[in-house]
Structures are given as C-alpha cells and as structure tokens.
C-alpha cells in the first residue's frame, strides 16, 4: 500500500514538473480592415502567435482582379501613420496574403497598423486600412 501511495506521489510530481514548462500561446488577434480612398476594399487580418514571430493571414473582399496590392505593417494608427513600413507583407493576390514576420504579436499590440495599396505603380494611394488593437 505505501508502495502504491509513493508511485502515484512519484507520477504526479513528474507531471507538476512536466506542466510547468507549458506555454499558452497567445489568442489570435483579427484585425478589421476598413475601405479608404473608395476603394470599396475592406477585410480581416487574422495574426497569430508563432513564438517570436507572427503570422498574419490577410483576406479583402473587392479587390481588382489581376492586379498585385503591396501590404504593411506600418507604426501609428490608420490616422497617423509613420511612411516607412516597419514589416512587409506578401502582396496581396486574389485577395488574399500570408505572410510570417519576424515580430512577437505581443509587439504590433504597441501602436500598429496594417495598410493595403492601390498598386506597386500606385504605392501613395492607401486603398484599405486597420489598427491593430494595443494591449
């Protein structure tokens, strides 16, 4: 009896042990990506935990068929955003993207946006828009 006492002891310490190691990683993060410029282009960018990077899986309804969008994760909000891109994204295709950055997701919850151009050719014109929401 004490035997069997001391062997659950053993397994259940081994399984403390083992459990303490565990990470919950973080909950997918949607980003609502609104029209600008009447474009008529809104979507979600879905961004997920991957360790020290994120991935970010982008969808648009309404966006023009056969023509490439390049995608940023850019500092600041749609309002006010810094010019420079902090991270790129694939071009949009089809409406659709995905891309993995090298960035926690805990990081672009500290003033970030994701933006969507009119085209290489029209870089200056945003056609869709969305914060990412801070922490």
Do not use: W
């Amino acid at each position: 009896m004490l035997r069997s006492v001391g062997l659950a002891l053993a397994v259940l310490g081994i399984l403390a042990v083992g459990g303490a190691g565990v990470v919950n990683a973080a909950e997918p993060i949607t980003v609502q990506l609104a029209p600008l410029n009447n474009s008529g282009e809104s979507g979600t960018a879905v961004l997920t935990d991957a360790g020290l990077k994120t991935k970010v899986v982008v969808e648009i309804k309404g966006a023009p068929a056969g023509v490439g969008q390049p995608l940023h994760v850019h500092k600041g909000t749609c309002a006010q955003l810094d010019a420079k891109p902090a991270y790129g994204l694939t071009t949009l295709t089809r409406g659709k993207s995905e891309t993995t950055i090298d960035v926690p997701i805990g990081d672009l919850r500290k003033g970030y946006a994701i933006n969507g151009h009119k085209s290489a050719q029209e870089a200056s014109t945003y056609v869709f828009c969305g914060n990412i929401p801070s922490q």
